[in-house]
């Protein structure tokens, strides 16, 4: 497989410089459990490490931060942008898949999708693609019409300012961008595709906007969580800079099975570290911070979940709840095609000396940025109306990747079957291919999770329920004909991409006429691919909605002392890529629970 991906591209470029030349040896983590904390918080990502953050900022609270996977300086590749593509299903990924899909991921092996989620210090922050996206200001008010107090625009947006240290020069004046946070928001230029992509755009009647600014509806250069060419996970960002503070106790490598509940009341958690069963109490609060799958997991394990689910396992049912409900996951559709440039990134020149050297000495090249180059937020019927007081139905991104390459068919980790592989990835030596990713942003299929087995260490079953509303469909479609208004551009005809001539996938829906709407129906449902963006899972809502797992203020409904503060709480999945909301859900809840 083209020298193992060019020796693991470089061996981690070197164990990314013996990692760091052997940073400290002085981890900082705490070395034993106490009996008792004023606040546990099971899950350190995106969330779990802001909330720890913040709430020790007040030595008056002792806080613990319990995290199944490892320290996130185990794996080098955590660090370097560039080896993004090889963080899946590794020691840090929990390598989830979903159960077959009736309507969708026809090309998978047994129709199944491929589910990365972090197992590290930072969570999935510590293996996404750094994209700083926080959405559309109508999700969040549309959350607060719909139950959610105190989640409107308007509420939200300072606590993503809080988090932000903004370094893009053009924004640092901007009434919506902050400075100084723990956060830093770069904007990565690695190749030249970035220009020709908003110029795409100026073609066909778009601004170029800053995508968390005021309007969302346009073309925007990458904003990322990246820093001199590094990736910034929660976790680094707002941990690492504190766990020093002996009010904060960071305890990797500790496996929660089951909140102790007594009385109605969340009194502690049992977990697993270093091979035996440890109960933890907590004098205030449990907190769950352990993501859509594992957050709702975790309850239902508790008694908190479906009566009629948790009956068939022979739980008890302490809450009924639809805990696991309403499982909401943005789907992308890739699509690939030619130029005649050499603007993309290719394994050559990803594994060349110059580009391992210019990394090493100087922190910049095609490692220290994912090739996730560019942004476009549209309405499916292409209106241009900077705001329509509705969200976006579709979000472009554009990878300058050369994808067709069959090296990348084991490094990707799809699924694919084999024969789909075969079909996919082609030489093609003498072309280079840009990789553009259309992705439906409100689909109206509603997933679910549900315990497969009542032992912890059993995964969950995973079932997205994707395109099973036919208007997912149609909106998909949308997404893959605003992708050939693009290619069909003068700007990107200028460097020989065409419409009708795509490299990749067009052999498995041939029986269709290349194009057709039936075509793209059977392509879409062929490479219905996840964009990691699970959400909704332990839903927010008022006090009477039959719907909401937790209250505004992110507590369970009928148990106390128990909150949940992830992605799975988000109304509705938001109009854009989950990392930055959920930093800022993390923000928003360590303000509620200081205050009281």
């Known amino acids: 497989m083209e020298k193992v991906l060019a020796t693991a591209i470089i061996v981690g470029v070197f164990a990314y410089f013996y990692f760091h030349s052997a940073q400290n040896t002085d981890n900082g983590f705490a070395s034993n459990l106490k009996t008792s904390y004023d606040y546990i918080i099971v899950g350190a990502g995106s969330s779990g490490s802001v909330l720890a953050a913040r709430l020790t900022e007040d030595p008056a609270n002792d806080v613990a931060l319990l995290e199944a996977g490892g320290s996130d300086e185990t794996n080098p590749n955590v660090y370097i942008p560039g080896a993004v593509a090889q963080l899946t299903n590794i020691d840090e990924d929990w390598s989830y898949y979903t159960v077959p899909q009736k309507h969708a991921c026809f090309a998978m092996k047994e129709q199944r999708s491929f ?11 510590s293996l996404n693609w750094m994209a700083y996206v926080r959405g559309n200001r109508h999700d969040y008010d549309s959350w607060s019409e719909e139950g959610c107090d105190g989640w409107s625009y308007k509420d939200v947006l300072p606590y993503f300012m ?27 230029t690695t190749t030249p595709m970035q220009k020709f992509c908003l110029d795409a755009g100026k073609d066909l ?33 707002f941990i690492k800079p504190h766990l020093d503070r002996p009010n904060l106790h960071v ?45 709702p997991q975790l309850l239902m394990l508790s008694g908190v979940g479906p009566k009629e689910h948790l009956n068939k396992l022979g739980i008890p049912v302490l809450a009924d709840l639809p805990v696991g409900e309403n499982l909401q996951d943005h789907i992308m559709i890739p699509l690939s095609y030619s130029t005649n440039t050499t603007g993309a990134v ?21 490692l220290s940025a994912p090739a996730l180059e560019s942004l476009a937020f549209v309405y499916k019927d292409f209106n241009k109306k900077k705001d329509s007081g509705e969200n976006a139905d579709i979000q472009m991104m554009v990878y300058s990747v050369h994808a067709s390459t069959p090296p990348l068919r084991d490094v990707l980790k799809l699924n694919y079957k084999e024969e789909v592989k075969d079909k996919v990835y082609t030489s093609t030596d003498d072309v280079e291919t840009i990789m553009f990713v259309p992705t439906l942003l409100h689909p109206k299929s509603r997933g679910t999770i549900r315990l497969s087995t009542t032992d912890p260490f059993d995964y969950p079953k995973i079932d997205p329920h994707y395109l099973e509303h036919p208007d997912d469909v149609q909106t998909a479609i949308a997404g893959v004909r605003f992708t050939e208004k693009m290619v069909g551009t003068d700007s990107l005809k200028s460097i020989g991409m065409d419409v009708n001539s795509p490299i990749l996938y067009h052999k498995m829906c041939s029986v269709h006429e290349f194009r057709s709407d039936k075509f793209w129906e059977c392509f879409v449902r062929h490479f219905t691919l996840t964009v ?39 109304r509705n999945v938001p109009s854009g890529n989950t990392n930055a909301p959920s930093i800022m859900i993390g923000e928003k809840a360590a303000d509620m629970i200081r205050k009281g």
């Not at 932000?164 to 902050?178: A, L």
């Not at 995508?211 to 820093?227: L, R, V």
């Not at 959400?535 to 909150?563: E, H, Y």
């Open 162 to 188: 809080k988090s932000e240290d903004i370094q893009i020069d053009e924004f640092k004046q901007s009434e919506y961008r902050g400075k100084g946070g723990p956060l830093p928001v770069t904007r990565p």
């Open 115 to 125: 589910w990365p989620r972090g197992r590290v210090l930072g969570g999935s922050s």
């Open 205 to 237: 009647g778009y601004n170029v906007i800053d995508c968390n600014g005021g309007d969302q509806i346009g073309f925007s250069w990458m904003q990322s969580t990246i820093k001199q060419g590094e990736r910034w996970s929660s976790y680094r960002s």
């Open 346 to 366: 290719t394994l050559e020149k990803m594994t060349s000396t110059w580009t391992t050297k210019q990394y090493e000495y100087l922190g910049t090249g095609l």
């Open 532 to 570: 990691y963006h699970p959400t909704s899972t332990c839903r927010m809502g008022g006090k009477d909605d039959p719907s909401a797992v937790v209250d505004p203020q992110l507590r369970v409904k009928g148990i106390s002392g128990l909150r949940v503060v992830d992605a799975s709480v988000m």
């Open 251 to 295: 305890m990797p490598n500790t496996f929660t099975t089951k909140i102790i509940i007594k009385d109605k009341k969340a009194i502690g958690v049992e977990c697993i570290r270093n091979g035996r069963k440890v109960r933890v109490f907590a004098r205030k609060e449990v907190i769950l911070s352990a993501g859509a799958v594992n957050s």
